[in-house]
């Protein structure tokens, strides 16, 4: 091969200025930066305690009134290494939550959204979210469907306040440049009669006209996702379902496919009993935690987040984690995630912590941020 002309730092100088002035760009230098030998993100955890949250949900229903004067009444999570990018509404570079809050006699109109969204109740009861006019009553641990582009809608019919997370991919939608919106004509969608319920459908055999085309998948026949059911597979699993990641735990899924639930949001609901402390792993997906019950800590990349019964803390992706039980009661964690777009992308991919049998040191613990 010929010998490579010795250039001057001046003319080198000048070559990259120039090339730089044409937007153009030397891969040479740059190709670590693109393609990195493991996920680089910006993700940082953080950790919401219930009470703040709970504060505000509050406050902000002396203040407005949804339908009037908002769409939704919501507090959202605001990850602070997000904001920094300008990312607003972000708890992941994928995933969004916020709590919402219903008083009795409210309702909140009739809208669709490309977004996918979860709802996750809190505290209440007595209020429905009605997907594409079907009624999905509200107890506290149940979890929600409202799948991408279904029209959805919440009214209050109870005596208590209702609060419930609302989980969606905002990050993700954005950054595929995909978002899209509209209200309904009219405040609400119309009601269907019970017959016409997909899960009553499901639940009493499945059928179809002769000549009829029945499309397989999406969405989900089931849009409510009982707690008292979650609860009861958690409690008759053994210790042969064990995981030594996650303990005892389940996915919520569409039966229609056995996949996730919802198409592009996963969800997940763990069980510790008291004591318990799983090993650390890492994968590609992040999600958002709510301590339904009980209490205890998650080190994140040697870092402690201690958690009590409705808090909420973020799992950036890539990041080693381990939980533990700190109390008498079994804990409750569910959670929900960008595990099903990373598998359908073929992007998921998970390790365990190899040191110090599986549990990482802990080097700092979190303190929230407290204007108190
Ligand atoms: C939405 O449609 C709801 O329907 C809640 O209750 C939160 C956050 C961002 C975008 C749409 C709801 C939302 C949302």
Known sequence: M???????????????????????GPLWHDLGHMVTKEPVH???????????????????????????????????????????????????????????????????PSHHHSQSAIRFIIEGDGAYTAVNGQKIFMERGDMILTP????????????????????????????????FFEPY???????????????????KGSFKKLNETVKPGYPSPIFGYKFERVKYLLNEMDM????????????????ATGGSADSRIGTMMQKLPSGKHTKAHRHVHSAIYHVLEGSGYTVIDGQKFEWEKGDFFILPPWSYHEHVNTG???????????KPVMEKLELEFGESYKENGGRQSVTSTFTPYTNA
């Open 328 to 338: 008498e009661g079994d804990v409750f964690l569910f959670s929900f995630n960008d």
């Open 42 to 108: 910006d993700v940082k955890p953080y950790l919401w305690k219930w009470k703040t949250i709970r504060e505000y949900a509050i406050q902000s229903g002396k203040m407005l009134e949804p339908g009037k004067d908002a769409e939704r009444r919501v507090v959202y999570l605001q990850n602070p290494s997000l904001l920094e990018r300008g990312l607003v509404g972000y708890g992941t570079h994928t995933l969004y939550a916020g709590i919402q809050l219903l008083l009795p006699g409210e309702s909140a």
């Open 240 to 255: 042969e379902d064990y995981d030594e990641y996650d303990a005892f735990a389940i996915e919520y899924i569409n039966p």
């Open 2 to 24: 010929a010998e490579k002309a010795v250039f001057t730092k001046e003319e080198l100088d000048r070559y990259y200025e120039n090339m730089k002035k044409d937007h153009l």
């Open 148 to 179: 991408a582009w279904t029209w959805h809608e919440h009214k209050h019919e109870g005596t208590e306040p209702m609060f419930w997370l609302d989980g969606l991919d905002v990050g993700l939608v954005r950054t595929l440049a995909a978002s």
């Open 185 to 203: 004509e009219e405040e609400s969608y119309p009601e269907i009669p019970l017959e016409h319920y997909s899960a009553e459908q499901f639940s």
